[in-house]
């Protein structure tokens, strides 16, 4: 089936605010009217800067999150309506996820063994002896040898245990994996290793992929598809070759300028000022405060989306959006 396997549409997740440990009467808006999609076999990177809201979209496409409104459909079914039971069943066996550190994601105390076969006793899958071979073919499926499995996970490096994260995130066959920073802790020699492997297992498997990173040369170079988010908010959204290339969003642009090879021709924009804060996002576009071309309009709502106009299905939201650095075809 071609589609999207799970979209978000028109998401918001409203949390009550702490201070000091006490929960405040203020609300942060962690993600407001977000939609978005990945469908089978898709890389869809989602970057922004620190509190944008990529973990919150991240918690709710796989299920840790309930949205506060809006809609999750898995294969067009909406997730939220559903009976617990067969929400649970369906998060749980269809969407997998990759925490950013694995050192804290696993746990230390289980042998690898265990660690892949806890979901597969818990959703039952197969008899025990089905089980033992599920676990050596999901080492292999990750490049680990066979004997990993007795390892603890404190004895393996941090490559080797991202390695084990990841084949525990497939041990039920998920259709879509979130990997929310995955690489961001390990050693820069081995991050290419773990991104080179997610890419592998998308094409043999033909896994989706929500793949998070404030390493936006990372997500260029791995991603389909590009949302960026600010404050909240998914600004722009599109084909990564046309988000990365022709931002038409001015933080987008600022976000892309900063890595020249990416956005080929176009000036360093460098952003001042500080994000204002999620409980209090400015009206209009959370974005206006910091951005260079800003005037009254930009107060008055949060810009509706605008298409390219071609089938890519490139957007944006904004009201002065950026001039083509040069003409697609
Ligand atoms: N459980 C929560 N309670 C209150 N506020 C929260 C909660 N979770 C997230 N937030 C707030 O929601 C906003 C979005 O957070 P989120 O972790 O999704 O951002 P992020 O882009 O993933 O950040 P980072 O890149 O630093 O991980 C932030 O202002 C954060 O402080």
Same mark, same amino acid.
């Given at each position: ?93 269809? *969407? ?5 550190? &694995?050192?804290? =994601?696993?746990?230390? #105390?289980? !042998?690898?063994? $265990?660690? /892949? ?116 908010? *998914? ?5 990564? &070759?046309?988000? =990365?290339?022709?931002? #038409?969003? !001015?933080?987008? $642009?600022? /976000? ?74």
């Amino acid at each position: 089936m071609n589609g999207p396997v799970v979209s978000l549409e028109r998401v918001h997740v409203v949390h009550t605010a702490r201070s000091g440990g006490m929960f405040s009467r203020d609300k942060v808006h962690a993600l407001t009217d977000a939609t978005v999609s990945v469908g089978r076999g898709e890389i869809l990177g989602v970057v922004g800067e620190s509190g944008c809201g990529k973990s919150t979209l991240a918690k709710v496409v796989v299920g840790l999150q309930p949205p506060t409104s809006g809609t999750v459909r898995f294969r067009g079914d909406d997730l939220w309506s559903m009976p617990a039971k067969a929400r649970r069943e369906t998060f749980g066996t269809s *969407v997998g996820m990759v925490f950013q550190d &694995a050192s804290t =994601a696993l746990n230390p #105390r289980l !042998p690898v063994r $265990r660690i /892949l076969r806890d979901p597969l006793d818990i959703h039952r899958r197969g008899t025990v002896r089905q089980r033992e071979e599920r676990v050596r073919d999901l080492l292999d499926l990750v490049g680990l040898p066979g004997h990993t499995a007795d390892a603890l996970p404190g004895r393996l490096s941090g490559g080797q245990r991202q390695r084990v994260a990841v084949a525990r995130a497939l041990a039920l066959e998920p259709q879509v994996i979130v990997a929310d920073e995955p690489t961001s802790a390990l050693d820069v020699s081995v991050r290419a290793q773990v991104l080179n492997l997610l890419v592998d297992l998308r094409a043999s498997l033909g896994l989706g992929l929500v793949f998070i990173s404030h390493d936006i040369q990372t997500v260029r170079y791995l991603a389909d598809r590009i949302a960026v988010m600010y404050l909240g908010r *998914v600004v722009e959204e599109g084909p990564a &070759a046309e988000v =990365a290339g022709e931002a #038409r969003h !001015p933080y987008t $642009r600022a /976000l892309f300028s900063a890595t020249p090879s990416l956005l080929d021709g176009a000036e360093r924009i460098v952003l001042t000022g500080p994000v204002p804060s999620a409980t209090r996002p400015p009206s209009g576009c959370p974005f206006r405060t910091r951005c260079w071309k800003a005037t009254d309009e930009c107060s008055a709502q949060f810009p509706p989306s605008t298409p390219a106009g071609r089938e890519s299905g490139h957007s944006w939201h904004c009201v002065h959006p950026e001039p083509l650095l040069r003409s697609i075809p």
